[in-house]
C-alpha cells in the first residue's frame, strides 16, 4: 500500500513537473528547423518525409522503440503512423547520423512532441546515451513506468539496444550498449 501511494505522488509530482517546463521552443537549441510532409514510416522511431522534392529519412532523436520483432514493436510503429502518416511536421535537426539520416525532433502541426509522446505513452525508451541531459525525455519514461504504460506493462520489455544484440534480460538493468544511432 505504500508503495502504491509513492508511485502516486510520483506521477503526481512528475505530471506537475512536464506540465511547468516548456521546451516547445527547441529550434532555440538545435537551431531553426524545416517543415515537411511524412511520407512513410519504416519504424517507430523512423519516418521519412518529403522536403522540396526529396526524401529525407529521419531518425527520432532521444528514443528508441522496440524493433519490429519485439513485443510492442508492431505498437509502437502503429502509433507512428497514427500521429505522423500524411501529416506536415516540422523536422527540428539535432545531427546526422553515420547512415546519413537526419536525426531529429519532430513536431506536429499542433505542436505536439512526437519525440515525447512515443515515450509519455509506453512506445519508447529514453536513448539515455544519445539524449543524456534532456529532462523530457527522463521524467516521461518514468512517469510511463510508474503507470504502466505500453511497453512498461509487461514484466520482461527488453530494452531495443538489447534485443538488436541478441540479449535477453529485463529492462531494470541500467546498462547502455552501443548502438547504431
Same mark, same amino acid.
Given at each position: 500500500?505504500?508503495?502504491?501511494?509513492f508511485?502516486?505522488?510520483?506521477?503526481?509530482?512528475?505530471?506537475?513537473?512536464?506540465?511547468?517546463?516548456?521546451?516547445?521552443?527547441?529550434?532555440?537549441?538545435?537551431?531553426?528547423?524545416?517543415?515537411?510532409?511524412?511520407?512513410?514510416?519504416?519504424?517507430?522511431?523512423?519516418?521519412?518525409v518529403?522536403?522540396?522534392?526529396?526524401?529525407?529519412?529521419?531518425?527520432? =532523436? +532521444?528514443?528508441?522503440?522496440?524493433?519490429? !520483432?519485439?513485443?510492442? *514493436?508492431?505498437?509502437?510503429?502503429? $502509433?507512428? &503512423? %497514427?500521429?505522423?502518416?500524411?501529416q506536415?511536421?516540422?523536422?527540428?535537426?539535432?545531427?546526422?547520423?553515420? =547512415? +546519413?539520416?537526419?536525426?531529429?525532433?519532430? !513536431?506536429?502541426?499542433? *505542436?505536439?512532441?512526437?519525440?515525447? $509522446?512515443? &515515450? %509519455?505513452?509506453?512506445?519508447?525508451?529514453?536513448?539515455?546515451?544519445?539524449?543524456?541531459?534532456?529532462?523530457?525525455?527522463?521524467?516521461?519514461?518514468?512517469?510511463?513506468?510508474?503507470?504502466?504504460?505500453?511497453?512498461?506493462?509487461?514484466?520482461?520489455?527488453?530494452?531495443?539496444?538489447?534485443?538488436?544484440?541478441?540479449?535477453?534480460?529485463?529492462?531494470?538493468?541500467?546498462?547502455?550498449?552501443?548502438?547504431?544511432?
Open positions: 500500500m505504500k508503495r502504491k501511494r508511485l502516486t505522488l510520483v506521477s503526481f509530482l512528475l505530471s506537475l513537473l512536464l506540465s511547468s517546463l516548456n521546451f516547445s521552443d527547441i529550434d532555440f537549441l538545435y537551431g531553426p528547423g524545416f517543415g515537411a510532409r511524412v511520407v512513410s514510416i519504416a519504424d517507430g522511431d523512423t519516418i521519412t518529403m522536403k522540396r522534392r526529396r526524401k529525407v529519412k529521419i531518425r527520432l =532523436y +532521444g528514443i528508441d522503440c522496440p524493433e519490429k !520483432l519485439q513485443e510492442f *514493436g508492431l505498437q509502437a510503429r502503429a $502509433k507512428t &503512423v %497514427s500521429l505522423t502518416e500524411g506536415l511536421v516540422s523536422i527540428i535537426p539535432v545531427h546526422q547520423d553515420r =547512415y +546519413g539520416r537526419t536525426v531529429a525532433y519532430v !513536431l506536429l502541426a499542433d *505542436g505536439t512532441n512526437v519525440n515525447y $509522446k512515443l &515515450v %509519455s505513452e509506453g512506445y519508447a525508451w529514453w536513448f539515455r546515451a544519445y539524449a543524456k541531459k534532456d529532462a523530457q525525455f527522463a521524467c516521461r519514461e518514468l512517469l510511463a513506468r510508474t503507470q504502466k504504460k505500453g511497453l512498461w506493462s509487461s514484466d520482461d520489455a527488453i530494452a531495443p539496444w538489447l534485443f538488436r544484440k541478441g540479449v535477453a534480460i529485463s529492462t531494470s538493468t541500467e546498462e547502455e550498449a552501443e548502438v547504431v544511432y
